[in-house]
C-alpha cells in the first residue's frame, strides 16, 4: 500500500473517537450528547461482538436502590428519565471496554486525536483575537490578597468548560509521560508529550493539573526503587521537575499576576470558590442532601434537579431563577444521590477492579488509577463519560509495552535501550 493509500485509509472508529474527544455537545441541549444518542448503535455493535445481558446485568444492579427510593418517594419522571441517562452511560463503558479488548491500535488512535487536539489549539490561538473567542474560549476572573485576573481566557474547545475538556486529555497526557521517561520513543513521545500538554496549561484547570502533579509524585514515590536506580530515567525525572519548578519560581518573581500564580495563592488561601466548592463544600452538601431521604440510599437519580436544588442556591446564596446548579464532585454527588451504601459500593469496586486486574503490573494503569482515585473527590459527575473511560483505562490492559516486567531489564540493566515490540498502527 502506498503512502498516500495509507495516509487516506480511514480507520473505522476514529469517527467514534472525533465525536467523542471533539464535537460531543455542539448544538445539542445542556446535558445531551452525541454519544448518548449513539447508544442504540453501541448496544447493537454489543451484541454483534456476542456480547448478552448487557441490560440485565445493569438493571440487577440498579434494582435494590430503584426500590429503596422508590419507596422513600421520588419524582418519577426524573428518575426515569437520569436513570435512562445512567443506562446510556453503562453501554457506552461496556462498549469502549469491549473495543478495548478486541483493538491493537490505540495507540494510533491516541496519536491521530493529539495531532488533531494540537491543530485545533493553534486555530484556537488565532481565534483569541477575533470576535470568535469564546466559541472556544471561557473568561475567568479571580481576586485575592490585592492580586486580581480580569477576564482571563481558558481554554475549552467545544466543550462544557475547561476542567471537562483537561479531562478528555488526561489518558493521552498520562500515555506519553509514561512513554517519555520510559524512553520508548525519544522525540516522536517529546513532541506528543508538547503537543498535549500545551492545550492542558492553556485550560488553566487546576483541578485536573494539580491532581496529576500529586499523581506522578506519588507514582514516582511508589517506583522510587524502580525508577531512580536507572539514570535515564532519573535524569528525565530531574529535567522534568527542574523544568516545572522553575516555571513557578520564574512566573512568581517576574510576574506574579499570573493566572496560575494568583490562582494558587487563592486555593492556598482558601479564596478560591472553585477549589472549595469541588472538595469539602460539595461533601458537605452531599452529606445534607442525602439525608434529606436516607443517609444510607441516598435522594436517588434525578432528584438532585428537585430537592437538591434549592439546597444548593441558599448555601451559596443563589437567586431562585440563577439557573441548573450541582454538586461539583463525583464521589460528593454519589453520596447524595445513592448514600453511604452507594459510595461505599464505589470504593469496594475501585479496588476490587485494582487488585483484580493487576493494576499494579503496569506503568500506565497505575498512574491512571492513582490520578482518578484522587480526582473523584475533587471533581466530575456520576454520568461524567470522560472520567469513566479512565477509570476503564486504569482497568484494561490495553498497552502492555508499559508493564513492570517488559521494562524489567531497562531496570537490571539501567543505561541500556528498552526492548519491546512494535505496536501495530
Not at 82 to 110: D, P, Q, R, W
Not at 248 to 260: A, K, T
Not at 335 to 340: C, H, K, L, P, R
Request: glycine share 6%.
Amino acid at each position: 500500500m502506498t503512502p498516500l493509500l495509507k495516509l487516506m485509509k480511514i480507520n473505522k472508529y476514529y469517527p467514534f473517537a472525533f465525536i467523542y474527544f471533539f464535537i460531543n455537545i455542539v448544538g445539542l441541549p445542556f446535558g445531551l450528547l452525541y454519544t448518548t444518542i449513539l447508544t442504540p448503535v453501541f448496544y447493537v455493535w454489543l451484541l454483534i461482538k456476542g456480547k448478552r445481558l448487557i441490560i440485565f446485568r445493569f438493571f440487577l444492579f440498579a434494582t435494590p436502590f430503584v426500590i429503596v427510593h422508590l419507596f422513600n418517594g421520588v419524582d418519577k419522571f426524573y428518575y426515569s428519565r437520569s436513570l435512562v441517562v445512567y443506562l446510556t452511560v453503562y453501554i457506552f463503558c461496556y462498549a469502549f471496554h469491549t473495543l478495548l479488548t478486541t483493538y491493537n491500535k490505540m495507540e494510533g488512535l491516541f496519536k491521530r486525536l493529539t495531532d488533531a487536539n494540537f491543530a485545533f489549539t493553534i486555530i484556537a490561538l488565532f481565534l483569541l483575537v477575533t470576535p470568535l473567542k469564546n466559541l472556544l474560549w471561557f473568561d475567568w476572573s479571580i481576586s485575592v490578597g490585592g492580586l486580581a485576573i480580569n477576564n482571563w481566557p481558558r481554554l475549552l474547545m467545544l466543550t462544557y468548560e475547561p476542567s471537562y475538556y483537561a479531562t478528555l486529555m488526561v489518558p493521552l497526557f498520562v500515555f506519553y509521560f509514561i512513554q517519555f521517561i520510559l524512553k520508548q520513543s525519544h522525540n516522536g513521545s517529546l513532541q506528543q508529550f508538547f503537543f498535549i500538554g500545551t492545550p492542558l496549561l492553556l485550560s488553566l484547570s487546576m483541578g485536573v493539573i494539580a491532581g496529576l502533579v500529586i499523581s506522578i509524585i506519588i507514582f514516582i514515590l511508589v517506583n522510587a526503587r524502580r525508577f531512580l536506580t536507572s539514570k535515564t530515567l532519573l535524569y528525565s525525572l530531574i529535567a522534568i521537575s527542574f523544568f516545572f519548578l522553575s516555571s513557578i519560581v520564574i512566573l512568581f518573581y517576574f510576574y506574579p499576576q499570573n493566572p496560575i500564580s494568583v490562582r494558587l495563592i487563592a486555593i492556598f488561601a482558601g479564596a478560591d470558590g472553585s477549589a472549595n466548592g469541588r472538595t469539602f463544600e460539595a461533601f458537605e452538601l452531599g452529606v445534607v442532601i442525602a439525608k434529606l431521604k436516607s443517609i444510607w440510599w441516598g435522594v436517588g437519580p434525578g432528584q438532585l434537579k428537585i430537592i437538591g436544588d434549592p439546597i444548593i442556591k441558599a448555601f451559596y446564596n443563589y437567586p431562585p431563577d440563577y439557573g441548573q446548579v450541582s454538586i461539583p464532585s463525583t464521589f460528593s454527588e454519589t453520596i447524595a444521590i445513592f448514600g453511604i451504601i452507594g459510595g461505599s459500593l464505589r470504593m469496594m469496586l475501585e479496588f476490587f477492579f485494582f487488585f483484580k486486574t493487576k493494576v499494579y503490573n503496569n506503568y500506565f494503569r497505575t498512574l491512571l488509577f492513582i490520578y482518578i482515585f484522587i480526582y473523584q473527590f475533587t471533581g466530575s459527575f456520576t454520568t461524567n463519560i470522560a472520567e469513566y473511560v479512565i477509570w476503564i483505562l486504569a482497568f484494561t490492559n490495553t498497552f502492555p509495552q508499559f508493564d513492570r516486567v517488559t521494562n524489567k531489564v531497562h531496570h537490571l540493566y539501567p543505561d541500556e535501550p528498552i526492548k519491546i515490540q512494535p505496536v501495530l498502527q
